[in-house]
């Protein structure tokens, strides 16, 4: 269940001394073909890290042959030395491989990179790209789970996933637990598949995919400037499924790596889902549960075991969607605690000793839906989130 799952993918996790624990920190994932497509979808904050500025570059050639990605540093608001650096990733990857693997020929220009850590300091370059050439003499089929464990920062376990077509799959890795709501990505992710799918398809289905899954989570309200989220395609298995089929596998993957990724989110004991019913429209049925999702009240609440269905409320009120304040129904866990707008069953019913929370909001606006997953507030979360890290 990694990226190295479908056919025509290596990958490796190796340690680079980039971090002090002494854990791996740079993993590498190569496609060996025959194609070598490539899509990929990035945070949309302005402030962007030097790798998703390169890789952003790298995706528009259309071309990936491999993906380096360290932690232990972001390689984010390093200006253009840190560019420079991520360059200087790119090339000695593509050189490293061509060198193990001749018929590879790689340039620095299908080579994307992804980092993740600490903003605001240089990378250890001859630490990392030492840990690049271990990485490359790792290479293997069996790799996949111990690249999915170098790119953890504050995350607790590796994230990895596998869905099946008919004769053909996509597999993917990810990292995150905190600084989770994208606006089009999360964090970082791989994709593969060994599907055969050009430039076009993979790219939408890519983000049809995302728009649903990753951009529906929101762990603590704040954006990364280091998301990436790349598919690439091997073509090994010689099938080319509908788009239709390609971007219902491609979603499953996604979603699966989303719900892990808040499973795992910072200090969290709760696993919510805010489902909003009766919108206007799909996007109103997303601002109100985004709204609901970074209301630190609700949050906290919810950590303290209290269905408190007025804050819940409240933060309905704060967003542009069209609904009636006193029409507006909320269920917690299956007990319409809120009918009209006011004080309805007992909220005395509701059982939040466990993990998984569902909040149903029904605005009685219109026949959209949207669901936003988030997670609860808890003290431990100050103690996780300590550094600036993305």
């Known amino acids: 269940m990694t990226v190295t799952t479908p056919r025509g993918f290596r990958a490796a996790g190796v340690a680079a001394g980039l971090k002090a624990s002494g854990a791996g920190d740079v993993a590498l994932v190569v496609n060996d073909g025959p194609d070598a497509g490539i899509a990929g979808v990035f945070t949309a904050n302005r402030i962007k890290a030097a790798p998703v500025l390169w890789t952003q570059q790298v995706v528009r050639g259309g071309v990936v042959r491999a993906v380096v990605l360290n932690s232990g540093g972001a390689n984010a608001c390093t200006g253009p030395a840190g560019f420079q650096d991520t360059h200087a990733t790119a090339e000695h990857t593509a050189a490293a491989l061509t060198a193990s693997s001749p018929r590879l020929m790689l340039g620095a220009g299908e080579v994307a990179v992804c980092s993740t850590g600490l903003i605001g300091e240089r990378l250890p370059m001859p630490a990392l790209l030492s840990g690049v050439r271990s990485a490359v003499r790792e290479l293997s089929r069996d790799g996949g789970q111990p690249a999915a464990e170098a790119i953890m920062t504050t995350d607790t376990r590796p994230k990895t996933t596998v869905a099946k077509g008919s004769g053909w799959a996509v597999g993917g890795m990810a990292k995150g637990a905190g600084m989770l709501a994208p606006a089009m990505a999360t964090m970082l992710c791989v994709l593969t598949t060994d599907a055969v799918a050009g430039p076009e398809t993979l790219d939408a289905a890519l983000r049809a995919a995302t728009r649903v899954t990753f951009d529906r989570i929101d762990s603590d309200g704040c954006m990364s400037t280091n998301d990436t989220v790349l598919l690439l395609a091997s073509g090994a298995s010689g099938i080319e499924p509908t788009e239709a089929e390609l971007t219902a596998a ?131 979360y100050v103690h996780e989130n300590s550094a600036y890290s993305t």
Request: aromatic fraction near 4%.
């Open 250 to 380: 491609v979603a499953a993957a996604c979603h699966d790596l989303a719900q892990q990724l808040i499973a795992d989110a910072e200090g969290a004991t709760k696993q919510i889902a805010i489902e909003v019913v009766g919108a206007a429209s799909e996007d109103e049925a997303v601002e109100v549960g985004r709204s609901v999702a970074r209301n630190n009240l609700v949050k906290t609440a919810l950590f303290g075991n209290d269905p408190n269905w007025g804050r819940i409320l409240a933060a309905v009120g704060t967003t542009a969607a069209a609904f009636e304040p006193d029409g507006v129904d909320v269920a917690v866990n299956g007990v319409w605690v809120c009918r009209g707008g006011a004080a309805a069953e007992d909220r005395a019913k509701v059982d939040l000793t466990g993990r998984d929370v569902t909040i149903r909001i029904d605005l009685h606006a219109g026949e959209a839906a949207a669901t936003i997953w988030t997670n609860d507030l808890s003290h431990a």
